[in-house]
């Protein structure tokens, strides 16, 4: 069984440009969820897609945005870069049962460098 | 104040030794709990999942959890220098982390 999928695993952009990233989960996960990972804030939740919808969202602008596609693969984008998105944004699937989430698989992450 | 908490340590243990790592919550309808390690520049990978209060063990690695209290706790025992990462607890229903707990284990 494949893991989590996430492309490209790495990007450098331009403070300004946007970025979108991609995530195919775990076939039959149909929760996915992404984080941004930076070395002094820790794993921070930038939101959660079920079933194409958008069930919870963190803390971060309007600049970041995601979605799901009817196959649970799902993207994140980034619009008007600045240098402190510099991060490893990694996403995770998760199994729905019942009324709560399974164990929640972790892609590879990628990395955006903003210069 | 924060949803998950953790000590940030590090925390640093000599091989062999039992290492304690902490963690409480604020929403007190948690159901689902997750402990992770992460290795310097790898994603994080599951080590145990915890739903029901007391311990749960497998292998070297026992989580606790009361829910009464709001924490879980992951205890490594005969603690080995590959243990060495940083340890993440999660609680679920919308996943969010604590800050994690870097454990170095000393040969």
């Known amino acids: 069984k494949a893991g989590v999928t996430q492309t490209p695993r790495y990007l450098i952009k331009t403070r300004g440009q946007q970025v979108t990233l991609s995530c195919s989960p775990i076939s039959g996960h149909r929760s996915v969820s992404w984080y941004q990972q930076t070395p002094g804030q820790g794993l921070q939740f930038l939101f959660e897609?079920?079933?194409?919808?958008?069930?919870n969202k963190g803390n971060f602008p309007g600049r970041f945005s995601g979605r799901q596609f009817s196959n649970s693969r799902s993207e994140m984008n980034v619009s008007t870069l600045e240098l402190g998105d510099s991060a490893l944004y990694l996403c995770a699937s998760s199994f729905y049962r019942g009324l709560m989430n399974t164990e929640a698989f972790f892609g590879q992450g990628t990395r955006l460098t903003v210069v | 104040q924060k949803e998950v908490e953790q000590n940030s340590g590090p925390l640093s243990v000599p091989e062999g030794a039992i290492a304690s790592l902490n963690c409480t919550y604020s929403d007190r309808v948690s159901q689902s709990f997750f402990w992770y390690r992460q290795y310097s520049g790898k994603s994080p990978e599951l080590i145990m999942s915890?739903?029901?209060?007391g311990d749960k063990e497998d292998g070297r690695f026992t989580a606790q959890l009361n829910k009464a209290s709001q924490y879980v706790s992951l205890l490594i025992r005969d603690s080995q220098p590959s243990d060495s990462a940083t340890y993440l607890c999660a609680v679920k229903n919308d996943m969010r982390f604590g800050a994690g707990t870097r454990l170095t284990v000393k040969p």
């Open positions: 897609y079920f079933s194409e919808t958008q069930r």
């Open positions: 915890i739903y029901s209060n």
